[in-house]
T-cell receptor
């Protein structure tokens, strides 16, 4: 167990809807990264949040947005859902500014299905 | 794109050592080698990382060649619960603008057989 939690576990939405996924980071970690994993593929980096600001972004459109809160928990919001957004969404927490190598620890993921 | 190349799949007999290779011929001097594994539909699990020296922890050993162009993850006594997809990733040290990003390839599917 990494101490990183995500909610909900599973979610079903229809095309065009909006969704919010939540992540609580491991105790002592100040940074959260989000990844999308399509079936049969490796995870792809969406973005990272550090000190409540976006700190790097992958190749995802603006309808993917996020927030980080003062307690370091985070939300991933996806607007105007498309069928291709169906995936496992993973968050990973780490402590930037801590040890020389800031290892990322992953949560169990949220399985999103878009119909 | 991922900077690593791994075999698509491997089999290993239960109780035997599993040796998972990874090529990273374009690795830079400031990049670490990280290994994660992912058991079906769960979040990736951190295993081990290293820069240039061999590393060992309670889960595995990591052997990095002297030229750092390849590495091998060793699970000394594989069990059925080690069946998973294993990802080898190279990433830049903290302090770079890319420290937030892990770039996953397709990984190696390790099947441990009884």
């Amino acid at each position: 167990e990494t101490g990183v939690t995500q909610s909900p576990t599973h979610l079903i939405k229809t095309r065009g809807q909006q969704v919010t996924l939540r992540c609580s980071s491991q105790s002592g970690h100040n940074t959260v990264s989000w990844y999308q994993q399509a079936l049969g593929q490796g995870p792809q980096f969406i973005f990272q949040y550090y000190r409540e600001e976006e700190n790097g972004r992958g190749n995802f459109p603006p309808r993917f947005s996020g927030l980080q809160f003062p307690n370091y928990s985070s939300e991933l919001n996806v607007n105007a859902l498309e069928l291709d957004d169906s995936a496992l969404y993973l968050c990973a927490s780490t402590q930037l500014g801590g040890a020389p190598t800031d290892t990322q620890y992953f949560g169990p993921g949220t399985r999103l299905t878009v119909l | 794109d991922a900077k690593t190349t791994q075999p698509t799949s491997m089999d290993c007999a239960e109780g035997r050592a599993a040796n998972l290779p990874c090529n990273h011929s374009t690795i830079s001097g400031n990049e670490y080698v990280y290994w994660y594994r992912q058991i079906h539909s769960q979040g990736p699990q951190y295993i081990i990382h290293g820069l240039k020296n061999n590393e060992t922890n309670e889960m595995a050993s990591l052997i990095i060649t002297e030229d750092r162009k390849s590495s091998t993850l060793i699970l000394p006594h594989a069990t059925l619960r080690d069946t998973a997809v294993y990802y080898c990733i190279v990433r830049v040290l903290k302090g770079s603008s890319n420290t937030g990003k892990l770039i996953f390839g397709q990984g190696t599917t390790l099947q441990v057989k009884p």
